[in-house]
């Protein structure tokens, strides 16, 4: 059972292109959060989805930010109009559609914006 | 507010040596704890967690944790650090209040390991 994918796992942007972040569930996850890591800081919630809905996304920045997950595919996380201060590793995690379970997270996207 | 602290940003010990990592959280509902660990340019892998039952928790690699409420700290140790220990740390809290685990996470504690 492969873990949660992430592609790519590094991505270089100019300033004002777009992102976009794939996260892949494990099988069986119709969960899945991303998060962010600013360099040398924790990691902070962005946004909570199930299949086709955004449930929580109390962490997103309120512009150039979007989260999906459709019915079929990977979770996208889009970047619009990049910044410097976007560069940073994207965390998605999944977890099963069970109620308190824990996640399982991914190797990241090291996102660099020059 | 839910926040974590981690005390600690750097922490060096030798080899051989007993570690002991600092973790406080405020949160306002029945809290739920996770340590990761992150190596360099790799994801987050949990090391332990603590939902409820007993208080001292063991998890991979020889670590254990133990929650303790009157204090609101849940501090991670290993009695023998081994150099491949030598990583990132990071301490989280989360409910599941709507049935989803949100974490909050500590800002983490790198640890060096001296041969």
């Known amino acids: 059972n492969a873990g949660v994918m992430q592609n790519p796992r590094h991505l270089v942007r100019r300033r004002g292109q777009e992102a976009r972040l794939r996260c892949s569930p494990m099988k069986g996850h119709s969960h899945v959060y991303w998060y962010r890591q600013l360099p040398e800081e924790g990691l902070k919630f962005m946004v909570y989805?199930?299949?086709?809905?955004?449930?929580?996304e109390s962490g997103m920045p309120k512009e150039r930010f979007s989260a999906e997950f459709p019915k079929e595919g990977p979770s996208i996380l889009r970047i619009q109009q990049v910044v410097r201060g976007d560069s940073a590793a994207y965390f998605c995690a999944s977890s099963p559609p069970i109620r308190n379970t824990e996640a399982f997270f991914g190797q990241g996207t090291r996102l660099t914006v020059v | 507010a839910q926040s974590v602290t981690q005390p600690d940003i750097h922490i060096t010990v030798s080899e051989g040596a007993s570690l002991e990592l600092r973790c406080n959280y405020s949160?306002?509902?029945?809290?739920?704890l996770f340590w990761y660990v992150q190596s360099p340019g790799q994801g987050l892998q949990l090391l332990l967690k603590?939902?409820?039952?007993?208080?001292l928790v063991q998890g991979i690699k020889g670590f254990e944790a133990e929650f303790k409420r009157s204090q609101s700290s849940f501090n991670l140790r290993k009695p023998s650090v081994h150099w491949s220990d030598a990583a990132e740390y990071f301490c989280a809290v989360g409910g599941f209040s709507g049935g989803y685990n949100k974490l909050i996470f500590g800002a983490g504690t790198r640890l060096a390991v001296h041969p």
């Open positions: 949160y306002g509902a029945t809290p739920y």
């Open positions: 603590y939902f409820s039952g007993d208080t």
């Open positions: 989805l199930q299949k086709e809905n955004i449930i929580d």
